[in-house]
């Protein structure tokens, strides 16, 4: 299994729901991301976890709350989001940090009315 | 701050041709650089990476060049087929390894 899941593909949200995100892959790779992608714009690096452990966090509000329960799965949990918040979210995972290729899931497509 | 860039945003060309992308970045302490290609709908697909102590790469159909003098990186696609159009992104690799940054991104289309 070389691949990289995400679930739901599409999410519509109202701004006082709570809502999560779900990524999952089976290479095992120790390093999982999250990032944001606007349309017609480059991904934006939000979070980093290495070994289950948060490593990166790219100053993201508070109302981004991001879980990684298992050396497999990455969540990204939602509430009280804004409208601007609405994009692509991409999760990726990676043998390890340093010097390695990422490999993305699909996204999901995440709408906040 | 710095960042990477990209020189064009949009390339047409035709298929058969060779497509040459290019990126300048602006970092000098960045050692990593992988390019992207992104199909509509997806997420983005790894090409190719190079490391800074090399200047030359050269995988299937693609090659890319690093130029660290001036800070530039190119893609160059051989034979370009319609299945090559994409969203063509650079990313720099800073802080050691932990994160990439993305530049703005080159749209390919390839005419019959």
């Known amino acids: 299994d070389t691949e990289v899941t995400q679930t739901p593909k599409h999410l519509v949200m109202g701004m006082t729901n709570k809502k999560s995100l779900k990524c999952e892959q089976h290479?095992?790779?120790?390093?999982m991301y999250w990032y944001k992608q606007k349309a017609k714009k480059p991904p934006e690096l939000m979070f980093v976890y290495s070994y289950e452990k948060l490593s990166i966090n790219e100053s993201v509000p508070s109302r981004f709350s991001p879980e990684c329960p298992n050396s497999s799965l990455l969540n990204l949990h939602l509430h009280a989001l804004q409208p601007e918040d609405s994009a692509l979210y991409l999760c990726?995972?990676?043998?390890?940090?340093?010097?390695?290729?990422?490999?993305f899931g699909p996204g999901t497509r995440l709408t906040v009315l | 701050g710095e960042s990477v860039g990209l020189h064009l945003p949009t390339l047409s060309v035709q298929e058969g041709d060779n497509s040459i992308i290019n990126c300048a970045y602006s970092?000098?302490?960045?050692?990593?650089f992988i390019w992207y290609k992104q199909e509509s709908g997806k997420g983005p697909q790894f090409i190719i990476d190079i490391r800074s102590n090399m200047d030359k790469r050269q995988g299937q159909r693609v090659t890319v060049l690093l130029n660290k003098t001036v800070k530039h990186l190119s893609l160059q696609i051989a034979a370009t087929q319609p299945g090559d159009s994409a969203v063509y992104f650079c990313a720099e690799n800073i802080n050691y390894g932990q994160n990439f940054v993305f530049g703005p991104g080159t749209r390919l289309s390839v005419l019959p």
């Open positions: 990726a995972s990676s043998q390890a940090l340093s010097y390695n290729e990422q490999f």
């Open positions: 290479m095992g790779h120790r390093a």
């Open positions: 970092n000098s302490a960045s050692d990593y």
